[in-house]
């Protein structure tokens, strides 16, 4: 007998690409559990699904940086009698550089981050707090379909209360932009490229790389051409050293919210400076945050 749960949660969440660098991504999750009934007649009841199954995902990836542990690249330090570690991932002239708690990483053993290593791992999580009756499991994860442009985007926020307060963590978002009321390809197009896969850091988080607390890997290779983060939040310090040129800086926090506005006024003062006449427009953005989320700007 199979029991399936389709859409039981989105994971957002980044990874570590030698091309790409950092990534943001968002899939959603798909289930199938296969097994003989219950004393209530049942593989496990639908609540229990969505609710623990649901809780060991979220726990084990979502806002989370996924390493691939067995990656040349990937370097990975325990802080000694700490709870933090460094991962260095020395991608030549573009490495990147994390010292964060370790509940901000989940390391995969694998030298890539695909759905199907993602899979993997996930499922080895999963069954051992499955009970006995369940003897199958069956994980699908998906990104989600979209017509029009999107980009990939990884940030965090130090104030949030939760999970989002991690330094590395990413959605695969569409985005939508009107001008004087119509909608816009062109600029949605070049959003898409211009934050194709982006950190969006805050700049007050900025810090000089000598004062961070650096790895001896990175101390070999970090160079000029670095931007570095670094903040206290409630789950601890988050620095994170990347490529200046995979980085796009804003003055105000990385929300959801603030992106949407600052889209916004960088389209209109775009179009501003490049018109003849000057003309203002009217512009609205439609951000999005993952998957069926978001906010709204204007300018």
């Known amino acids: 007998m199979q029991l399936f749960v389709n859409d039981l949660t989105v994971i957002d969440f980044s990874y570590l690409c030698p091309e790409r660098g950092i990534v943001g991504e968002s ?3 798909d289930i199938i559990l296969d097994g003989s009934l219950n004393d209530q007649s049942m593989v496990l009841d639908f609540g229990r699904v969505k609710k623990q199954v649901k ?3 979220d726990q084990s990836v979502d806002h989370k940086l996924l390493i691939p542990a067995e990656h ?5 330090t325990r802080e000694e009698a700490g709870t933090h570690y460094w991962v260095d991932f020395l991608r030549p002239n573009k490495s990147i550089h994390l010292y964060c708690p370790a509940d901000a990483y989940a390391f995969i053993d694998s030298d890539t981050i695909t759905q199907e290593t ?3 791992y996930l499922q080895a999580v999963i069954k051992r707090e499955l009970p006995a009756n369940v003897k199958g499991l069956e994980l699908t994860l998906r990104a989600e379909e ?3 442009f999107y980009y990939h985007y990884t940030h965090g926020l130090k104030k949030h209360d939760g999970n989002c307060q991690r330094i ?3 959605h695969r978002s569409a985005i939508k932009i009107f001008v004087d009321g119509m909608r816009s390809p062109a600029w949605e ?4 490229r211009r934050w194709e896969d982006i950190y969006v850091g805050t700049e007050e988080d900025i810090s000089e790389i000598s004062s961070m607390r650096l790895s001896s890997a990175a101390l070999k290779h970090v160079g000029d051409h670095h931007i570095g983060y670094s903040y206290m939040a409630e789950q601890g310090l988050f620095e994170l050293i990347l490529p200046a040129q995979e980085n796009e800086v804003m003055v105000t926090d990385t929300t959801v919210e603030c992106i949407a506005d600052y889209v916004a006024h960088e389209v209109a003062e775009t179009i501003v400076a490049e018109s003849t006449p000057r003309h203002r427009p009217k512009v609205k953005v439609i951000a999005f945050e993952g998957v069926g989320k978001g906010a709204i700007g204007y300018a």
């Not at 040349?72 to 990975?76: E, L, M, P």
């Open 168 to 170: 590395a963590h990413g």
């Open 27 to 29: 899939w959603i999750v």
């Open 189 to 192: 197009q070049r959003w898409s």
């Open 146 to 148: 979209m017509n029009g």
């Open 55 to 57: 809780a060991i995902i």
């Open 72 to 76: 040349s690249f990937t370097q990975v």
């Open 118 to 120: 993602t899979i993997a």
